[in-house]
């Protein structure tokens, strides 16, 4: 991805949401997040052991985004600064026009509709803003819930297509040309 598709990290906001950048002062959120068993029961990651390899991550991603590589939101609440989770576009394809989605969320925020809002925010800004194709999302089979939420935002999972290193993934895409799904 070139870093020429934004000249400043694109901050996001839906209704109750701000999609913001990384940053140091995250760092205790993202090692509570990859650090939770719940959060990671489905994911293949190491876990940090201490809070600077958290702040090492940070700086990984925050490369990443510098580098033109990759985008890697920050969830907050508006009026609230404070980290609930992440969503990202990476694995960008060599021509721009395809990658692939992440997201995760702490507990004590889910099932209240905020990784809806911050996937659809996402979506819009991936479709209409830097003009995506096709969007995967590689999520385990038994992972009910990321599942539904895939499907909720028109993503099909797509059985001819796996990872060959996971063989418990399932890849799921949505196409900005879906007759169902539309962005301006």
């Known amino acids: 991805m070139s870093s020429s598709l934004f000249s400043t990290f694109p901050v996001l906001t839906s209704e109750r949401l701000s999609l913001r950048k990384l940053s140091i002062n995250d760092s205790a959120e993202i090692f509570a997040l990859r650090t939770d068993a719940s959060v990671n029961q489905y994911l293949d990651r190491s876990k940090p052991d201490n809070i600077s390899k958290a702040i090492e991550f940070i700086n990984l991603v925050n490369k990443g985004i510098d580098d033109g590589r990759s985008l890697y939101w920050s969830i907050c609440l508006k009026d609230n600064p404070q980290l609930m989770g992440t969503i990202c576009l990476w694995n960008f394809s060599a021509d721009q026009k395809q990658a692939e989605i992440g997201f995760e969320l702490s507990p004590a925020y889910q099932r209240k509709g905020i990784m809806q809002e911050a996937v659809s925010c996402v979506l819009e800004y991936a479709f209409a803003t830097i003009s995506l194709q096709v969007i995967d999302a590689f999520v385990h089979k038994d ?11 028109n993503f099909l999972l797509q059985p001819d297509r796996s990872d060959e290193d ?6 799921y895409s949505l196409t900005k040309n879906r007759t169902d799904f539309s962005f301006s």
């Open 143 to 153: 992972n009910i819930k990321s599942i539904r939420l895939l499907e909720k935002n």
């Open 166 to 171: 996971n063989p418990s993934l399932r890849v």
